[in-house]
Structures are given as structure tokens and as C-alpha cells.
């Protein structure tokens, strides 16, 4: 064994990820008819997954336009006129877009007509927790930053490294320096704690020890 991987194997992992993509996105486009699941727009489009991203697949993506996904991303630009398509789109049976419509009407209730629509938005128990996990719902003075030890503002979903070895609390664990942790999620309460697993164990993290890692890392 000298820790390579063979280059036909390579191929192979390359080859099924594709497929799996490809499959996901003609799903995603049978189920929407090509249009924005979000908007309707039928140009742009890619797929979206809904952070934090713990299921992805089918369930947990929609088909969205450019415009809709970089307004999710970035609280700055919502244009809230743009949104008022969840009008209609709010009455969707899949999930990903009604968790999706619940955070942006959360997000805009101020203006008025979104706290109308999102009275009317049922979510189940589950789903509305994982609504939540953005803090979409809380207000600007209720938002809580979370940041890792370089100041970087930390989401729910993302990755950390752990930078210093520690100690797992009641127990024997130690999560050794270097350990990645994936799919975090944010204590609500308190900026200073992260939650995540390192191998079974569900573990709360203190920010001042975790690095972000890189999107793609
Ligand atoms: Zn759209």
C-alpha cells in the first residue's frame, strides 16, 4: 500500500459523481419544468441546496435562478418586491422550497405583506427546526455572530478545523488538533458554542478554537 489511489480508480469516483449530479439536476428539472422553483424565471438556473446541508439530495435542493440564490445568500441585497413570487411558490409540496420561502418571508416580515404569507405557511415540527437553523426568524438585535479564532463569521452547515487538542467533557475523548468537523450548527443562546460531531459523538465546540475551512475543503 503506498496511499494512492490508482488513476482507473480515480476515474471511477469521478465518473459516479457526475452521474449523481446529473441525476439530481434532471430531477430537479422534471420537477420544476425547468423554471426557477422560486420565481418561475426560466434562465440561470442551477441547483440549490438548502444549508445547513445534511441531507441535500432531492428533499433538501431546488431548482433556483441566479437572482433568487445570490438574494438567499446575501441578506444585503434582498430586493423585497423580487419576492413577493412567494406568493405563489410558498404553496409548493416540496420541501426544500417551502423551507426556503419561510426564511425569506422571515427575513422581510418587516415589510408587512411577508408576515401575512408566512401565517400561512405550514411547516411540520422537523422542518420548522431546521427553518430556524439560519436564524432567519430573529431579529437583528436577537442575532447571534458566531466567529471562528480568526473572526470569520461562522454559518450553520459550514466546516471547522479544530486548531488546539481538546477535551471532551465527561468523558475520555480527546478531539485531537487538526480534526475537521463537519455540518456544524450554532447555539442560539450563546455565540461562543458550536455543535458537531467528531466521529459519533455530538460535541459542543467553543468558536475561539475552530478555524472555518474552505468550501470546498
Ligand atoms: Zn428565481
Given at each position: 500500500?503506498?496511499g494512492?489511489?490508482?488513476?482507473?480508480?480515480?476515474?471511477?469516483?469521478?465518473?459516479?459523481?457526475?452521474?449523481?449530479?446529473?441525476?439530481?439536476e434532471?430531477?430537479?428539472?422534471?420537477r420544476?419544468?425547468?423554471?426557477?422553483?422560486?420565481?418561475?424565471?426560466?434562465?440561470?438556473?442551477?441547483i440549490y441546496?438548502?444549508?445547513?446541508?445534511?441531507t441535500?439530495?432531492?428533499?433538501?435542493?431546488?431548482?433556483?435562478?441566479?437572482?433568487?440564490?445570490?438574494?438567499?445568500?446575501?441578506?444585503?441585497?434582498?430586493?423585497a418586491?423580487?419576492?413577493?413570487?412567494?406568493?405563489?411558490s410558498?404553496?409548493?409540496?416540496?420541501?426544500?422550497?417551502?423551507?426556503?420561502?419561510?426564511?425569506?418571508?422571515?427575513?422581510?416580515k418587516?415589510?408587512?405583506?411577508?408576515?401575512?404569507?408566512?401565517?400561512?405557511?405550514?411547516?411540520?415540527?422537523?422542518?420548522?427546526?431546521?427553518?430556524?437553523?439560519?436564524?432567519?426568524?430573529?431579529?437583528?438585535?436577537?442575532?447571534?455572530?458566531?466567529?471562528?479564532?480568526?473572526?470569520?463569521?461562522?454559518?450553520?452547515?459550514?466546516?471547522?478545523?479544530?486548531?488546539?487538542?481538546?477535551?471532551?467533557?465527561?468523558s475520555?475523548?480527546?478531539?485531537k488538533?487538526?480534526?475537521?468537523?463537519?455540518?456544524?450548527s450554532?447555539?442560539r443562546e450563546?455565540?461562543?458554542?458550536?455543535?458537531?460531531?467528531?466521529?459519533?459523538?455530538?460535541?459542543?465546540i467553543?468558536?475561539?478554537?475552530?478555524?472555518?475551512?474552505?468550501e470546498?475543503e
Amino acid at each position: 500500500m503506498n496511499g494512492c489511489l490508482s488513476k482507473e480508480f480515480n476515474k471511477c469516483i469521478f465518473v459516479r459523481l457526475k452521474i449523481y449530479t446529473m441525476s439530481l439536476e434532471s430531477e430537479l428539472q422534471v420537477r420544476s419544468s425547468n423554471a426557477c422553483e422560486l420565481c418561475s424565471a426560466t434562465t440561470d438556473l442551477s441547483i440549490y441546496e438548502v444549508k445547513p446541508v445534511s441531507t441535500g439530495g432531492v428533499d433538501g435542493s431546488l431548482l433556483a435562478c441566479s437572482t433568487c440564490i445570490s438574494q438567499i445568500d446575501n441578506s444585503d441585497t434582498t430586493d423585497a418586491n423580487h419576492w413577493r413570487c412567494l406568493n405563489d411558490s410558498m404553496w409548493s409540496e416540496h420541501r426544500a422550497v417551502k423551507l426556503i420561502a419561510w426564511r425569506m418571508l422571515s427575513r422581510l416580515k418587516n415589510e408587512g405583506w411577508p408576515q401575512d404569507l408566512l401565517d400561512m405557511l405550514y411547516l411540520e415540527d422537523a422542518d420548522l427546526r431546521f427553518a430556524k437553523e439560519t436564524g432567519e426568524h430573529l431579529d437583528d438585535s436577537e442575532k447571534i455572530i458566531h466567529r471562528d479564532a480568526n473572526g470569520a463569521i461562522l454559518q450553520a452547515g459550514d466546516s471547522v478545523v479544530l486548531i488546539k487538542d481538546l477535551k471532551v467533557k465527561g468523558s475520555s475523548l480527546v478531539a485531537k488538533q487538526g480534526t475537521a468537523v463537519r455540518r456544524i450548527s450554532l447555539d442560539r443562546e450563546n455565540a461562543k458554542y458550536i455543535e458537531g460531531k467528531v466521529g459519533p459523538t455530538q460535541i459542543v465546540i467553543i468558536t475561539d478554537y475552530v478555524k472555518k475551512m474552505a468550501e470546498k475543503e
